[in-house]
């Protein structure tokens, strides 16, 4: 089945550690999105990526970095410059960006 | 103003009613808009894409006023299952190239 796999599904940090969240998509899309959703709250873009080798920052980019080496893989790091990353994040992709997007079932990032 | 805005609601209503949710955005040269639907602590789902003539899909009309910039989500015949957060989406064609989410309209269908 062609999907978006998120994994861990619950991630712990401690302090001053970055993590690492792993997104894969096998639906052969261009663009990728991870977003962070606090509770009772909305979508907030960190950042996002049209093409292979490049990505832009979305509306809250400090303190997260990402890398787009293959089509398939968006992984995103928490660094310890995040000082308040306890949160639920969303990976999306979709063939183009204004083409509707397709979610994993999410990472939920805790602190130690 | 935002980009997308919702009545964040909760809107309560009995099964079997009808409920319509409105939407407005910010830019006139939007041309790409979704519903999608969240449950709680679960990932946004797409409902259905929004056309310029209107679309339905079962129980769900969508509909786009490009005059007054919104757009509406009608549910017809409400069943308890439909309970979750209905997420307004939009193109903004200038600045930052990605949909813009709006922050959902809460939908709780009661016995």
């Known amino acids: 089945d062609g999907g978006i796999t998120q994994s861990p599904k619950y991630l712990f940090r401690k302090e001053g550690q970055n993590v690492t969240l792993s997104c894969e998509q096998n639906l052969n899309h261009d663009a990728m999105y991870w977003y962070r959703q606090d509770p009772g709250q909305g979508l907030r873009l960190i950042y996002y990526?049209?093409?292979?080798?490049?990505?832009q920052k979305g509306d809250i980019a400090e303190g997260y970095s990402v890398s787009r080496e293959k089509k398939e893989s968006f992984p995103l790091t928490v660094t310890s410059a995040q000082k308040n990353p306890t949160a639920f994040y969303l990976c999306?992709?979709?063939?183009?960006?204004?083409?509707?997007?397709?979610f994993g079932d999410g990472t939920r990032l805790s602190i130690l | 103003r935002k980009e997308v805005e919702q009545d964040p609601g909760p809107f309560n209503v009995p099964e079997g009613a009808t409920v319509a949710f409105n939407c407005t955005y910010s830019?006139?040269?939007?041309?790409?808009f979704f519903w999608y639907r969240q449950d709680c602590r679960k990932e946004p789902k797409l409902l259905m894409s929004?056309?310029?003539s209107g679309n339905e899909d079962g129980r769900f009309t969508a509909q786009l006023n490009r005059a007054s910039q919104y757009i509406s989500l009608l549910i017809r015949d409400s069943k308890l299952s439909d309970s979750a957060t209905y997420l307004c989406v939009v193109n903004m064609p200038t600045g930052r190239r990605a949909l813009t989410f709006g922050s959902g309209t809460r939908l709780q269908v009661q016995p």
């Open positions: 929004v056309y310029s």
């Open positions: 830019n006139s040269a939007s041309q790409s």
């Open positions: 990526s049209q093409i292979v080798n490049d990505f």
């Open positions: 999306a992709s979709s063939p183009g960006v204004n083409q509707p997007q397709h």
